[in-house]
């Protein structure tokens, strides 16, 4: 029977640990983030509306963006993109290169206990379960940014935040570092688990192609990665959307702490529950899953050609 085990590239000991492969894997990373923002933002500010909205301001996706395109142009798909698209950058870099390096401390562990470098499915998903723990610390305040600024539609001079760091001061002025960080717990959760499953999943994929066609992962040609990347866009949000909802709720919530709806994760869910049952906790799931593919697919694209470039 087949060991339970996904063959990776082989691991070189004076390259596991070396400075220049960490800023590889981090300038990599961010080349992803980028591809990921300037691909995702339409489909991520129809999800927050979607997710946010009061019972009844919209009929579905497509009554979003006809409202949207109407009242705001098209130029309002892209509201608060300057902060996710540094942010984000930044945070993909982190998520991989947290994840390659967990991948490398794996691979050194499993050589040290006399068996070949290759990675366990565990081994892959707490590699990608530290990664998305790490992230979590930099993509909550910087999701709550984006947020804020996705949702406000009050025409100029009457807007409540006149851009990302005016966010940040009203929500620290109002419940100080902890309403910077409104919806810390739901992020921690969706980032932990769903990265786990985002890149196991991808490099399910990737190891299988490798095995199955006997080639080098650089020789496994775009339009597959692509495929395999929306694949893995698929996983994260199936196994962790319920956590998304909840902190898109909490994040657009009053920055009162006085006025606030939600005063936890967990009241979070249990309202959600009560109003909308089951169903609450997957509004906006369409366009977000329409968004998975092509978002996830450039993210690894732009990733391992990022890789393969700089050798």
């Known amino acids: 029977m087949e060991e339970e085990v996904q063959i990776i590239e082989a691991v070189e000991q004076n390259d596991s640990v070396s400075p220049l492969r ?14 990921q923002v300037l691909v ?8 927050v509306r979607l997710q946010s909205a009061p019972t009844g301001t919209y009929n579905g996706a497509l009554d979003v963006v006809r409202n949207l395109v109407k009242n705001e142009g098209f130029r309002g798909f892209y509201k608060g993109t ?3 698209l540094i942010g984000v950058g930044f945070c993909v870099s ?7 390096g967990m991948k490398r401390m794996w691979a050194r562990q499993n050589v040290a206990a006399g068996n070949p470098p290759d990675l366990k499915y565990s081994q892959y998903y707490f590699s990608g379960t530290a990664a998305g723990f790490m992230n979590a610390f930099l993509t909550c305040p910087i999701e709550h940014v984006r947020i804020r600024l996705q949702t406000q539609t009050a025409a100029e001079g009457q807007r409540q935040f006149n851009g990302p760091l005016d966010v940040v001061r009203q929500a620290k002025q109002a419940a100080g570092i902890r309403g910077v960080f409104r919806g810390f717990g739901p992020t921690l959760c969706r980032e932990a688990h769903g990265m786990g499953i985002y890149f196991l999943t991808y490099e399910y994929l990737v190891n299988r192609d490798m095995r199955t066609n006997s080639i080098a992962r650089t020789e496994i040609p775009s339009w597959r990665l692509c495929i395999y990347g929306g694949c893995a866009g698929y996983s994260v949000w199936m196994s962790a959307y319920p956590f998304d909802v909840v902190k898109s709720k909490m994040q657009t ?15 979070g869910f249990k309202q959600t529950f009560r109003e909308f049952g089951l169903k609450g906790f997957f509004r906006g799931f369409g366009p977000t899953m329409l968004r998975a593919a092509p978002v996830n697919a450039s993210t690894f694209c732009a990733f391992e050609f990022a890789m393969r470039t700089m050798g």
């Open 22 to 35: 960490v800023l590889k894997d981090v300038s990599a990373g961010t080349c992803g983030g980028i591809a």
């Open 40 to 47: 995702g933002q339409p489909f991520d500010t129809t999800k």
């Open 82 to 84: 300057l902060t996710p």
């Open 94 to 100: 982190m998520q991989f290169g947290v994840f390659e």
């Open 253 to 267: 919530d009053s920055i009162d702490p006085a006025k606030r709806r939600y005063v936890s994760m967990a009241d």
